[in-house]
C-alpha cells in the first residue's frame, strides 16, 4: 500500500463532502469549516454555478493550451473586466499562488533589469524558489538556499524601514494584510508610502493578493482599501471558485514590454480553470460578494471582540472583511483543537494567531456557534496555562 506523503501535520479528520461553508466528516458530523482549504473555498464549497461551468466544460475542451482561443476564455475576459484590477487589462492565467509570483518576480526582473527584491519580516509568497526567497520563515527557507536574490526583508508597517529602497531594487512585494504571518493588515501610511517610494526609485510595486484577493476583505482586492494602484496584483484561491488557478493582473505600459517567451506554463489557463473563473466572477458580481464580506466581516470581528477580548490570554482581534485573525499570547495549537472538537475548523497564522478564512456564504448562527467554539478553545488554553 502506497502512503501520502505527510509534510503537513494532519488533522485526524476525513471529509467526504462538502457544500457552502460546511463540510462532513465520513461519520456523517457536520462542521462549519473556517478552514476552507486555506480560504479556496470563499464562494463556498461546490458553489453551483462554479460546479455548473465546470460540468458543461468538461463536455467540451478540456485540454487546451492557451495558443488556441477558445469561447470560454473570452466569456472569462468579459466576466473579469469589470473586476480587474484598476488600468489593468491584461490577464494571465497560471495553476497556484506560487507561480503568479514566481511570474511577477520575473517581469520585475525583466523590466528593471535590476536583481535585488524587497520583502516584508513575517511574509509568506510560496514554496518555489523565487516565491520562497521572498518569503519570510526561516525553516521554510534556509533549508534550500542559496534561492533567487538578493532579497531584504523590511519591517512591515514601518515607514523608516522603507529609506532601503533605491536604485538597486527590482521589486518591492507586499501582502495587503498578511495572511500566513498572523492576519497583520498593512497601515494605510504604509501602502501609500511603499507606491510613492517604488514610483521614485523606479522599482514596481507587486501585490500579493492570493490570499486577499476576490472579495474576502471587503473589496474586490484588498489593495482598493488604500487608494493606491500597484504595478503588478498576483491572485489565486478564491479566483477560481475553488478550482486551482491563479492569475497575474498587468497595465498596458507592462503587457507591451513583454515578449513571447518570456513566461509560459503547460496548464496555465486551461479550459477547466478558465471555466471555474468565469464562474466565479458571476457569483462575485451577482452575490455582491465583497459588500457581504465587509458587512458580515465588521459583524463577526465586533462579535468576537466583544465577547473574547476579556481573556488574558486574548491579545488582539483583528482583520479585514472576512479574514480575521484571534491573536493569543500563547500557541494557538490546542485552542484550535478545542475548536475542531466543537465542529469549527479553524487554521493557524503566525506563531500565536487562530485564523478565520470564512466562506462569504456564513450566517449570524454560524458565527454564534464559532464564538462559541472559539471560547472553549481559549478557556481550556487558559486553563492549561494556569496549570504550568
Ligand atoms: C497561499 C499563498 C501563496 C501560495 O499559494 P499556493 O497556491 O499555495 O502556491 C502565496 N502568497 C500568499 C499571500 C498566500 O496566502
Avoid: C
Avoid at 85 to 98: A, H, I, Q
Avoid at 227 to 244: H, L, T
Avoid at 271 to 290: G, Q
Amino acid at each position: 500500500m502506497m502512503k501520502y506523503l505527510e509534510l503537513y501535520k494532519g488533522r485526524g479528520i476525513t471529509i467526504s463532502n462538502a457544500k457552502d461553508q460546511y463540510a462532513w466528516d465520513k461519520d456523517g458530523n457536520k462542521y462549519l469549516d473556517l478552514h476552507a482549504g486555506y480560504g479556496v473555498a470563499f464562494l463556498g464549497h461546490r458553489n453551483q454555478k462554479v460546479v455548473d461551468y465546470l460540468k458543461k466544460q468538461l463536455d467540451e475542451v478540456m485540454a487546451l493550451t492557451t495558443a488556441f482561443d477558445t469561447p470560454i476564455r473570452e466569456e472569462m475576459l468579459k466576466e473579469l473586466d469589470p473586476l480587474k484590477p484598476d488600468d489593468m487589462p491584461f490577464v494571465f492565467l497560471l495553476n497556484s499562488g506560487t507561480e503568479a509570483v514566481e511570474f511577477s518576480l520575473k517581469i520585475a526582473k525583466k523590466l528593471t533589469k535590476r536583481k535585488k527584491l524587497i520583502a516584508f519580516k513575517n511574509s509568506f509568497h510560496g514554496r518555489t524558489a523565487g516565491s520562497l526567497s521572498v518569503t519570510w520563515n526561516k525553516k521554510y527557507r534556509e533549508p534550500f538556499e542559496p534561492l533567487v536574490g538578493p532579497v531584504e526583508f523590511l519591517d512591515y508597517n514601518s515607514l523608516d524601514s522603507l529609506k532601503a529602497v533605491n536604485e538597486e531594487v527590482a521589486a518591492v512585494i507586499v501582502e495587503p494584510v498578511q495572511g500566513e504571518g498572523g492576519v497583520i493588515p498593512a497601515d494605510h501610511e504604509f501602502m501609500k508610502a511603499i507606491r510613492e517610494i517604488t514610483r521614485e526609485k523606479g522599482a514596481l510595486m507587486i501585490v500579493d493578493e492570493v490570499q486577499t484577493g476576490f472579495g474576502r476583505t471587503g473589496k474586490v482586492w484588498a489593495y482598493q482599501h488604500y487608494g493606491i494602484v500597484p504595478d503588478v496584483v498576483a491572485s489565486a484561491k478564491a479566483i477560481g471558485g475553488g478550482f486551482p488557478v491563479s492569475a497575474v493582473f498587468l497595465p498596458n505600459w507592462i503587457a507591451e514590454k513583454l515578449e513571447e517567451g518570456d513566461h509560459g506554463t503547460t496548464y496555465g489557463g486551461n479550459p477547466l480553470a478558465a471555466a471555474a473563473v468565469t464562474a466565479a466572477a458571476k457569483v462575485l458580481k451577482e452575490d455582491s460578494v465583497p459588500e457581504q464580506a465587509a458587512t458580515k466581516g465588521d459583524m463577526f470581528i465586533k462579535m468576537l471582540s466583544e465577547e473574547l477580548e476579556q481573556y488574558k490570554i486574548v491579545r488582539e482581534i483583528r482583520g479585514k472583511g472576512l479574514m480575521i485573525g484571534i491573536d493569543l499570547r500563547v500557541n494557538p495549537g490546542l485552542a484550535i483543537k478545542v475548536i475542531q472538537d466543537e465542529k469549527v475548523l479553524s487554521l493557524k497564522a503566525g506563531l500565536t494567531t487562530i485564523r478565520f478564512l470564512s466562506p462569504y456564504l456564513i450566517t449570524k448562527e454560524d458565527m454564534e456557534w464559532a464564538l462559541d467554539a472559539t471560547r472553549k478553545g481559549i478557556i481550556a488554553t487558559e486553563s492549561k496555562a494556569n496549570s504550568s
